[in-house]
């Protein structure tokens, strides 16, 4: 019975969510014709996102989304982003931050119908995995929005983790911070591991994910040396919630 209902409900949520995502996919396209003089960076076609997450992450009774933080970002600066990964509702998720950002994503993901398509009409990175001029490539692309003051997101983990502990840190993110003088703005997102599991289908049906931004951290006073310094001291601070977290969904 419980395994039906989970069934029922994850059919349901695929079927809500591809429809939604189509029409993101139709709303965007217009925004792209018709402000394509005005709007270089994608940002109206990047907003359009903001519904679309705060439809899928409240559709399901059963899900309990917490956002908190969010005092940290301020509007006017650009920065770093690095987030831990656990799953493809990561991405869903952190639209709810409602900030302009380029990802830095797979690029087999821009090749998934309406969802891949809505990533390339806002001019997201594409990295293509184990080609190293594809990783020089990003990080070039990804310097020149920070130098048009549009912030960039990494998942310095590099992939999706299989438990709440995180990955090592890859260093590109904290070397390019360092570089272009930009504070890394951490954020971590727990609970989107058991919402939908690596490899799997069904949506879990009580679940408790949350997203707490971090305190931005400066990079103005760093030389090129301090960046082992820098993502040890980012990672720390990300632990130090995962595990706050762990403690929280432990005793739910």
């Not at 396209?29 to 109206?44: G, H, Q, T």
């Not at 990783?135 to 549009?150: C, F, H, Q, S, V």
């Not at 971590?188 to 997203?211: A, E, N, Q, W, Y």
Request: with cysteine.
């Amino acid at each position: 019975m419980i395994q039906a209902r989970k069934l029922f409900l994850s059919l349901f949520l695929w079927i809500v969510g591809i429809l939604f995502t189509v029409l993101l996919y139709f709303v965007m396209l217009a925004v792209v014709i018709l402000l394509f003089p005005f709007d270089r960076k994608r940002k109206v076609a990047h907003a359009q996102c903001y519904w679309w997450s705060s439809i899928l992450t409240n559709i399901n009774p059963f899900w309990k989304i917490r956002v908190s933080g969010l005092g940290n970002i301020d509007k006017r600066k650009t920065y770093v982003i690095v987030s831990n990964h656990q799953s493809l509702a990561d991405i869903l998720l952190m639209y709810r931050i409602k900030t302009q950002f380029k990802w830095v994503a797979k690029e087999s993901l821009f090749r998934v119908p309406f969802i891949g398509w809505c990533l390339s009409f806002s001019r997201h990175i594409k990295l293509a995995r184990g080609e190293f001029s594809s990783i020089k490539k990003i990080y070039r692309e990804a310097a020149g929005w920070l130098k048009k003051d549009m912030s960039v997101l990494f998942f310095p983990e590099g992939t999706r983790s299989l438990t709440s502990r995180m990955n090592e840190f890859q260093n590109g993110a904290f070397k390019l911070a360092i570089k272009e003088k930009r504070p890394i703005l951490p954020i971590v997102l727990s609970g989107t591991g058991d919402l939908i599991p690596k490899g799997g289908r069904l949506f879990s049906t009580h679940i408790l994910c949350t997203l707490k931004v971090l305190p931005p951290v400066e990079t103005s006073s760093l030389t090129d040396a301090d960046f082992e310094k820098l993502k040890n001291t980012t990672r720390s601070m990300m632990e130090d919630v995962t595990a706050r977290a762990a403690d929280t969904f432990a005793n739910a």
